[in-house]
């Protein structure tokens, strides 16, 4: 099950910036499940990852390369984490860079490892290696939609999101990303890439990234479970021409999260199970961190989660998720709650406009909008969420078997 | 579904303590949903109630009422919670407690009311005003096990505990409780009533249910929702002439904690949807917080739950949870994972000993212990909690329909 539209967007090349894809065997036989993707020379590469303390053994060999130099090449396999996998992950890690890096010519240090799928499992080694010189092979500027294939694993369907702006010599803006269940990024989604051919300095690209990042993969939940895994890799490669400075700075990043609430979002209509689109908006807060925290505690909510499944106004359950998300001295009185724009609660009770048929209504769509007001400051926040459906459990009862 | 033993061990009469049950037609017309508790003159009563700041109106009214004069009554109806009720619900429990005074000839601030059941509906005060008189007639010292069925909602089974002790004048507790859904109780579960004969003042009652409390209700969790009606509330009569001092405190602590540990397994073991008890033991932490922080992100996520539903040994989906609960410096190469006594990881990955037939059988049994070392202090704690399956989706997503 999944929300909203499936088809993948065009994706428009970024001029120095190849993807290549081939199916290794490591998850079904005949699905492609390993991409290469190669950044020209001079290129910015930015990335943010996971803050789970298990990361992955990819996660942990990607940090020690960035602190050293410029990536040139990365690599990625579906079907298996290497995460929960100790001093063997490392050393398979490496090795699958060593691999890449004869081929290809370069410094190991220039190749980052990525990995997607089950925790706790020795990566299949042979069929790794046995695939990387056909993946690369296949790497061309054009290889973006392959490549969304490439990394998917619980994932129904493709995601990416592509734009281009600015007059004269227009900047282009793509990406891809995968991410279904465990989701609840803290720094970024699962994987994500994402490409431009501007030209940003290493500093600028990082900032950039972050800003991107703190509104989109940083504001989504599926299952509130923070994967091992989570990456996101923005490059830079200048090919354009345009070279983005403080001026231009703020125009590029609207657009960036442009790509980046778009890649998120498609996660979010993926979610395992999903049959609706749930945005929670936070408006009138005292802090952002309050807003965040009631906007998570609903979102969170199997209670919520559940009503949303069966389209119920169950509005009560809004408010005992309010009520225990531990906001200092909430003065519930003040709340109002709207489902789709209908308004349900008004001092701490049913609102009088109320009416059992018009909250039936509002549920019904597949996109539905939980707006809270706390009416106690001047903050909003937004995080979007899917709901909690028989689909879901029955995806994560017999993901191993 | 639930789990254990269903049936209701037999529960010691408190002297001093009358329990009436009728059927007032607020649930399922012939159901018992209308409970009166009597007190006897000159017992003690304490009670802790919800942190939701969404908390009902009896609860309100409760804790208005025991900062004023000692309870004489408790009345407790099911059905429907008078929560997210605003004015009219404070009304309406008011109204509740002034019949019963009338009806008993007392005070009305010596009556505390209870509800549970749906949220955001106004009481059905007719209904609930012409049952008191069928459940005032019914008050007597053996009305334990029709209370336990009175205060049920989505509960599978009635819930009590009883122990009697001590050699030449034996003191005896007794308790019942109700809760299945939306259970992470903070200070005190949805509802339990515990009655002892033996004698405590005030203060020393206040800190026995403190204690036992943290150490049962506020270990437990079904699906890390806070009910706006969580109540627990302890009585002692004095009737067996037994008082309780300084010196004889640990030991009428040790066995009221038995009851209220039994009690909150039973809410566990009759999660809604439930297929597993699990206990999730943390030792070796640095303090109780961090304890507690682990035990809950696992007990709480819903990959752990899905694949406990499945009898799967998913450790991975364990080590993500323990990653991300936000332990400072967690050193993962220092962190030991048991199932079943099975050790299943070790320094960030696979034990050298696991085999997958191990952890598959580990998982089999309807009560599942999951004993996560973290090596880094000398806390534990511990919290009980369930699978989630299709049925717990399918009676949250059909509650009101």
Redesign the interface.
Known sequence: MATGNSELPQLHPIKGFKLGTTSAGIKTPGRPDLVIMEVSEGSSVAALFT?????AAPVTVCKQRLSRCRPRYLVTNTGN?N???????LLDATLTCSNLAALAGVDIDTILPFSTG???EPLPMDRLLGGLPGAFENLCESGWAQAAEGILTTDTRAKGSSVRFGDNTPITITGIAKGS??I?P?MATMLAYIATDAALDDELLHLALTLATEKSFNRITV??????NDSVVLIATGASGVSIDETSFDNFVEHLCKVFTDLAQSIIRDGEGATKFVSVVIESAASQAEALQVAYTIA????VK??L??S?P????I??????SG?TD?D??EVQLLLNSVLI?D????ASTYSEEAGKAAMQPEDIEIRVRLNRGSISETVWTTD???E???I??????
Chains 1, 2 share one sequence.
Not at 83 to 89: F, L, N, S
Request: aromatic share 6%; proline share 2%.
């Open positions: 803050k789970n303390a298990f990361c984490a995460a929960g996998t100790g001093e063997q992950g089950v925790i706790g269940g465990m609840k803290n299952d509130s479970d923070t994967s091992t969170e909510s199997p209670l559940t009503a499944s069966a119920d169950n509005w009560g359950r408010l005992a998720a309010i009520g225990r906001v909430l519930v009185n609660a001092h701490g009770a049913r909690l459906t028989n879901y459990v029955r994560n009862a017999e993901y191993r078997t």
